[in-house]
């Protein structure tokens, strides 16, 4: 069986963008992408981030506000946390989701773990969040298709289970599987449609797309229909240490790390002018990324107009070629 490790470099490329404007405008910003081209939206989640926790909101549901505003562009979760859901929970809602948008739902999984008070407070071991999530996903993919689940795991167990109606799309949506680490990777070969990283440089990625390429051989797995994704951090502005200090300051705050946060920026996001963001991004592409879901690192009154300019300056520069 061909495993095709690397992505086709005459591959088409796709373009989304996760939620920037404040919730309350889900359906303007959605209506707005679709105008401006943008084939995603993606919206990602937390249950508690942090204590006391910033602000944060659950991904399905604003990903069915975005959907029943538009009527072509697909919604992603960027990314669901697998771990919080037990499986028939999720078929059921994911099936939904699906079928009310006509096959639109792309389901991005991660398991987290920035935030381990989130987990405490769901009664959830954190060291099992992995474990649970390969589980899940089993179990997910045999609800989406089969008309008689029965799994004795260690975590989830199900006997004689269905859900009805499926899915509109078939098999089922796709699944990508989020993640920085090994475990993730095989995850993504094993119960995945396609590899969501984040926080990668694009030699990080290249490397991605290798070991997934081995770890799909011992598997026996056929990678030629998986989707590379990705989840560029983009900052806009006139300089790159500009778009670095917005850039540092917007995601330090969100992910609460120190002082040299700068540097993590500078190493693995998208920043400066629209030219500087495409030749950053250029390099990712080169290492195998297809699906591209920018999140827009910026001040909130600055993201519509990020949202633009992605559309109308960087996106164009990619259909050219």
Same mark, same amino acid.
């Given at each position: ?6 992505? &086709?470099? &005459? ?14 405008? !889900?359906?303007?910003? #959605? ?24 602000? !944060?909101? #659950? ?10 505003? !538009? ?7 960027? *990314? ?11 078929? %059921? $809602? ?5 079928? #009310? ?9 991660? *398991?987290?773990?920035?935030?381990? $008070?989130?987990?405490? &407070?769901?009664?959830?071991? +954190? ?5 649970? !999530?390969?589980?899940?996903?089993? /179990? ?8 008689? *689940? ?30 920085? @680490?090994?475990?993730?990777? %095989?995850? /993504? ?31 026996? =797995? ?11 951090? +983009? ?17 330090? &705050? ?25 030749? =950053? ?22 993201? @519509? ?17």
């Amino acid at each position: 069986m061909s495993t095709h490790a690397s992505p &086709n470099n &005459n591959e088409e490329l796709h373009f989304g963008a996760s939620i920037a404007l404040p919730v309350d405008r !889900t359906i303007e910003q #959605a209506r707005l992408m679709e105008e401006l081209g943008f084939e995603y939206m993606g919206a990602g989640e937390h249950f508690m981030r942090g204590r006391p926790p910033g602000p !944060t909101h #659950a991904a399905l549901p604003l990903l069915a506000v975005a959907a029943g505003a !538009t009527e072509r562009m697909r919604v992603v979760s960027s *990314v669901t946390l697998a771990p919080f859901y037990h499986p028939l929970v999720l078929a %059921r $809602m994911t099936a939904t989701l699906d079928i #009310a948008c006509g096959g639109r739902l792309t389901l991005g999984v991660g *398991v987290g773990g920035e935030f381990p $008070m989130e987990y405490e &407070n769901a009664g959830i071991n +954190i060291r099992q969040r992995g474990r649970r !999530t390969d589980e899940c996903l089993d /179990a997910l993919r045999k609800l989406w298709t089969e008309n008689d *689940v029965t799994i004795k795991g260690r975590h989830y167990s199900l006997d004689e289970a269905a859900i009805n109606p499926k899915p509109v799309q078939k098999p089922h949506p796709p699944v990508w599987v989020a993640g920085r @680490r090994d475990a993730a990777m %095989r995850r /993504a070969v094993k119960y995945g449609d396609g590899w969501l990283p984040y926080f990668f440089s694009p030699e990080r990625y290249r490397e991605s797309v290798g070991k997934i390429g081995e770890f799909a051989r011992e598997e026996q =797995r056929d990678l030629s229909n998986f989707q590379w994704a990705f989840f560029p951090y +983009i900052t806009l502005a006139p300089t790159e240490e500009q778009a670095a200090r917005t850039a540092a300051e917007s995601l330090g &705050n969100q992910y609460l790390y120190g002082g040299e946060f700068i540097n993590i920026v500078r190493r693995y996001c998208l920043l400066g002018t629209p030219k500087m963001c495409i030749e =950053r991004l250029e390099e990712y592409i080169d290492a195998g990324a297809r699906y591209i879901v920018f999140s827009i690192a910026a001040p909130r009154e600055d993201r @519509r107009r990020h949202l633009e300019v992605i559309a109308k300056d960087i996106i164009p520069h990619f259909r050219q070629k």
